[in-house]
């Protein structure tokens, strides 16, 4: 998992061969009028799906992972908590590995990490990186997310 800032986003563009690109379309969809929704980009190698949502309780939340794409989530207004536990040592697997959604659920662990993300605020989530995202921080909080969905290679 990497934490970082839109400032600081490009550092991290030589680790996937796509995420100049995702990169570049976050930043212009983040300065466009909000449109939720699934967002066609670049094919089967990156999609963009905006979200705008109420976060909701630790309590009951499940941490999901993927295998085909890196999540960079990129906060545009709002604020939350993002649980994170290793995908690999999650112990209460409640939905298998699905690869038609490229998802796998499980119950959150009590030893997961939360971080704070604050409008602004990127992660970037590897396959190994299990995470339970739109936790309330503060309460609950109206948050507006982008999300691209980057092709692992």
Sequence with gaps: MIHTTIADLSRYSAL???????????AKMSAQPF????????GDNIYVVALDYDTHPLE?????????????????SG???LGYYPTAAHKNITMEYNETN??????IEKESTLVQFYAGDVVILFPEDGHAPGLDLDG?????????KVRVV
């Excluded at 996937?16 to 976050?26: D, G, V």
């Excluded at 449109?35 to 670049?42: A, L, Q, Y």
């Excluded at 909080?141 to 691209?148: D, E, P, T, Y």
Aim: net charge negative; aromatic share 10%.
């Design 16 to 26: 996937n061969p796509y995420f100049s690109a995702a990169f570049e379309i976050l």
């Design 35 to 42: 449109v939720p929704g699934r967002h066609e980009v670049d």
């Design 140 to 148: 609950t909080q109206h948050v507006r997310k982008l999300i691209a």
């Design 102 to 107: 490229d998802c796998l659920l499980a119950d």
């Design 60 to 76: 009951g939340a499940k941490s999901e992972a993927h295998k085909k794409y890196i999540d960079v989530m990129w906060i545009v």
């Design 79 to 81: 604020k939350e908590q």
